[in-house]
């Protein structure tokens, strides 16, 4: 079964301090490598989409990238308000369907 | 720019009682899926919805579900029999052919 493994579960970082995240998989074929952004009490928001190795992207103080058997979400001088637990899913051979990880719960303190 | 939206935001329901979970996706979006998240646990598929009839349902979607679009607008998740397994939320989720998954804020049930 195609499965998502993500970590740390936790991560504290002082505000401005970098860090990574990241996300450890096995699926066949894969159709996309997808981050989400969740706040407590809410649903899932979409952050990346990554289709093959080498591919990056990057959104403010985010950038997600992908090798064979894992992404990084690097977290560039973070903020307060980017505290959320951030998701890690993908795609495989069958259509649509997402398998997610458990998530890094990340804490940015002032 | 264009959500998901669930109805309602928490349902509380007795055991054996059902329940209807309700979805208005985005308005261009052609599939629809069910998600569901235990509390501490992670996001897990239920079911995908495609032209009216159910593409893919995961071990977790039996006898006690369903899933309809019954106004061309709405799509609704049923449980017919609530357990107290079922306490969760439940989210849904939509897309067109080329975009990601768009997720709903969810409805939290609990089965009492």
């Known amino acids: 079964e195609d499965q998502v493994t993500q970590s740390p579960e936790a991560l504290r970082l002082q505000e401005g301090e970098s860090s990574s995240l990241n996300c450890s998989y096995t699926?066949?074929?894969?159709?996309?490598l997808f981050w989400y952004r969740q706040d407590p009490g809410k649903g899932p928001e979409f952050l990346f989409t990554?289709?093959?190795a080498g591919e990056e992207k990057e959104k403010e103080r985010l950038k997600a990238t992908l090798t064979k058997k894992e992404s990084f979400l690097h977290i560039t001088a973070p903020k307060p308000e980017d505290s959320a637990t951030y998701l890690c899913?993908?795609?495989?051979?069958?259509?649509?369907?997402?398998?997610f990880g458990r998530g890094t719960q990340l804490t940015v303190w002032p | 720019e264009p959500e998901v939206t669930q109805t309602p935001s928490h349902q509380v329901t007795q055991m054996g009682q059902e329940v209807i979970l309700r979805c208005v996706p985005i308005?261009?979006?052609?599939?629809f899926y069910w998600y569901r998240q235990i509390l501490g646990q992670k996001v897990e598929f239920l079911v995908s919805?495609?032209?009216?009839?159910?593409?893919?349902k995961s071990e977790i979607f039996d006898d006690q579900f369903s899933v309809e679009r019954p106004d061309g607008s709405n799509f609704t998740l049923k449980i017919r029999s609530t357990k107290l397994e079922d306490s969760a939320m439940y989210f849904c989720?939509?897309?067109?052919?080329?975009?990601?998954?768009?997720f709903g804020n969810g409805t939290r049930l609990t089965v009492t």
């Open positions: 919805f495609y032209n009216n009839e159910i593409s893919e």
């Open positions: 899913a993908v795609r495989g051979s069958t259509l649509g369907r997402l398998y």
């Open positions: 990554l289709y093959s």
């Open positions: 989720a939509t897309r067109d052919s080329n975009s990601p998954l768009h």
């Open positions: 308005s261009n979006h052609l599939y």
């Open positions: 699926v066949s074929g894969l159709r996309g």
